[in-house]
């Protein structure tokens, strides 16, 4: 049996598991929709599991803290300034930028990372 889910079911299902907690829900729902980016490129639906949605991915307010919990910042990274380290790391894995509001000029209020 194969349940489907709208967007903001996914958004409001996976806001009601403690290890969400901590995420905004803005931080969920770009998480849901980069999912669901994912499946209409490749064409596949993609089966919904928060769990393992949860151990891939998380979420973080600042770009420092998302390179010290990727590896140590100053033994990956050594001398490079924090946003050289950003860059860089955005090379290795997929880094989301969060926006709590609707302006698109600001810089983000968190990132989502993909922990692999």
Known sequence: MKNTL????AIDELGTFDAFKNWT???V??????IEEIEEDTGTEIEF???ALRSDFTYHTC??????DY????SVFGKMTEDQA?????????????YE?????QSPDGYVMQMF
């Open 6 to 9: 709208t967007t903001t079911q």
């Open 25 to 27: 829900r803005n931080a």
């Open 29 to 34: 729902s770009t998480l849901v929709e980069y």
């Open 49 to 51: 599991d928060p769990i």
């Open 63 to 68: 770009a420092r803290d998302l390179l010290c």
């Open 71 to 74: 590896e140590p910042f100053e």
């Open 86 to 98: 950003f860059e860089e790391l955005a090379e290795r894995t997929t880094i989301l930028p969060v």
């Open 101 to 105: 509001s609707t302006s698109s000029m």
